[in-house]
């Protein structure tokens, strides 16, 4: 008997000291095992999202004239404030396969010996190991509403990238034709300093003929200095203009920007009728879209705050050896045990949960319906604006521009025709054809802002929806 009790106590010891040993052995593998995993499983599913993976930057920056479809591409690859939110909407969709799982199983080993310390692993020391296996459960349906209520939320921060896409690209388009225009007016005021010259001249050969005063060859020379300081001004409003469009597309400010020549077609009215605009806007704008998965989250969330009241669980398998035993089938006892975790005494903390989940559902749909009626005024100003844009444009060049030009050519030659023509005369006709110039370009500008402004609005060009 006395063999077989130290044959009983050898068993124990290596019984235990292999289950340490596996023990260490899963507490040092599991890790790297679950990392690889994630690895594996959740990197694929970020790359099948919407957002595009940033690439590599233009190297070519210098040199080479930039059209605006260039630089649309150039803002996509390289804006730092896109790319942040890129990266935001990118962490948001790798929330839901964190929440939309079984939470983590536990493993616990208790070892306890008979005589000696808990460290005596003596031949003659009698050992229990209690190794435990436990699983916890969440209420049925829980689980797969935590992960739909991440997946609208990482949707609501797409929408969000998408809305700021639609934002910079606008504003890169509305630096683009700003930038036009004032490189027009730069050349119009280029012609408009000729035409000075040429009012000069003439007054300077008249007063050599004594057929005019000296004061008109000083008038003609002060009205050809201001304008050259009117030109210095714009200068550096091209300047600046450069600088934001170096700034959008991610690059140094002061790096040098030769803008092609672009398409010099003025925008018309959409064929759609303004109604049917705003009903494509509140379906196509990604701030609409952003507030119906922000209602969806919030209704999912009231239907897990429901479920708070139903209690978790988990089940639990366990073991324990007794090294006294001699026979080893009967070395080993098993337990099966199952866990519930209660609501909270009188549901204080799930009630309270449900009627903050029903408040930001009620508050998710309020702010929807202010979103609808954003969309519905903003697309109204901006096609009326078009409108009232393009009527300027239209009678501008039908008929202020040429009757500006006809009253300039008549002055100038009645001028210069032994004096037939005031000098003062003269140089008002300059003037209003310089400003109807002007004022043609700015409302040839000021149509195309009101369009990229309406296509923004909408989500997309209203051309390419009719």
């Given at each position: 008997?006395?063999?077989?009790?130290?044959?009983?106590?050898?068993?124990?010891?290596?019984?235990?000291?292999?289950?340490?040993?596996?023990?260490?052995?899963?507490?040092?593998?599991?890790?790297?095992?679950?990392?690889?995993?994630?690895?594996?499983?959740?990197?694929?599913?970020?790359?099948?999202?919407?957002?595009?993976?940033?690439?590599?930057?233009?190297?070519?920056?210098?040199?080479?004239?930039?059209?605006?479809?260039?630089?649309?591409?150039?803002?996509?690859?390289?804006?730092?404030?896109?790319?942040?939110?890129?990266?935001?909407?990118?962490?948001?969709?790798?929330?839901?396969?964190?929440?939309?799982?079984?939470?983590?199983?536990?493993?616990?080993?208790?070892?306890?010996?008979?005589?000696?310390?808990?460290f005596d692993f003596n031949r003659n020391s009698g050992f229990f190991a209690y190794p435990t296996f436990t699983q916890p459960f969440l209420w049925p349906g829980k689980q797969h509403l935590a992960g739909e209520i991440a997946k609208a939320q990482a949707e609501v921060v797409g929408r969000q990238y998408d809305g700021l896409l639609i934002q910079l690209v606008s504003q890169l388009k509305l630096s683009f034709y700003q930038l036009k225009a004032l490189q027009d007016q730069l050349r119009f005021m280029d012609q408009d300093l000729q035409r000075l010259e040429q009012i000069k001249d003439v007054s300077k050969v008249r007063y050599a003929n004594n057929a005019a005063a000296y004061v008109d060859f000083l008038n003609a020379q002060v009205a050809a200095s201001s304008?050259?300081?009117?030109?210095?001004?714009?200068?550096?409003?091209?300047?600046?203009?450069?600088?934001?469009?170096?700034?959008?597309?991610?690059?140094?400010?002061?790096?040098?920007?030769?803008?092609?020549?672009?398409?010099?077609?003025?925008?018309?009215?959409?064929?759609?009728?303004?109604?049917?605009?705003?009903?494509?806007?509140?379906?196509?704008?990604?701030?609409?879209?952003?507030?119906?998965?922000?209602?969806?989250?919030?209704?999912?969330?009231?239907?897990?705050?429901?479920?708070?009241?139903?209690?978790?669980?988990?089940?639990?398998?366990?073991?324990?050896?007794?090294?006294?035993?001699?026979?080893?089938?009967?070395?080993r006892m098993y337990s099966v045990g199952v866990g519930f975790s209660l609501p909270t005494w009188g549901f204080r903390k799930e009630k309270a949960g449900l009627g903050q989940a029903q408040a930001v559902l009620e508050e998710a749909k309020a702010g929807q319906t202010s979103n609808l009626q954003q969309v519905d005024m903003t697309v109204a100003n901006a096609y009326h604006g078009l409108e009232t844009s393009l009527q300027q444009v239209k009678f501008t060049r039908e008929r202020l521009l040429p009757e500006a030009q006809m009253a300039y050519r008549l002055a100038l030659t009645g001028y210069g025709n032994n004096g037939g023509t005031a000098f003062s005369d003269l140089l008002t006709a300059q003037s209003s054809l310089h400003d109807t110039e002007l004022d043609l370009i700015q409302a040839e500008n000021a149509a195309v802002q009101a369009y990229i402004s309406l296509a923004a609005v909408i989500g997309k060009d209203p051309a390419a929806a009719q």
């Open positions: 008997m006395k063999r077989y009790s130290k044959q009983a106590a050898g068993d124990a010891q290596r019984s235990c000291g292999g289950l340490l040993a596996l023990l260490f052995l899963l507490i040092g593998l599991l890790p790297p095992v679950i990392a690889g995993a994630a690895r594996a499983e959740d990197a694929p599913a970020a790359s099948q999202g919407n957002v595009p993976a940033p690439a590599n930057t233009d190297t070519d920056a210098v040199g080479k004239s930039w059209t605006l479809e260039r630089m649309i591409e150039e803002l996509k690859r390289s804006n730092p404030q896109l790319q942040q939110a890129q990266q935001a909407y990118i962490a948001a969709k790798f929330q839901a396969p964190q929440v939309d799982v079984l939470p983590a199983p536990q493993f616990s080993l208790l070892e306890q010996a008979n005589t000696g310390g808990p304008l050259e300081n009117d030109r210095f001004a714009l200068t550096k409003q091209i300047q600046q203009q450069v600088e934001q469009i170096n700034n959008l597309l991610g690059r140094a400010s002061q790096t040098p920007l030769d803008i092609a020549e672009a398409d010099s077609s003025s925008p018309s009215l959409p064929s759609m009728p303004l109604k049917d605009l705003i009903e494509l806007a509140q379906k196509t704008n990604p701030l609409i879209a952003g507030g119906e998965s922000q209602i969806q989250a919030a209704d999912k969330s009231v239907q897990l705050a429901h479920k708070a009241f139903w209690p978790d669980f988990s089940v639990s398998v366990g073991a324990y050896t007794d090294p006294s035993l001699v026979r080893l089938d009967r070395s």
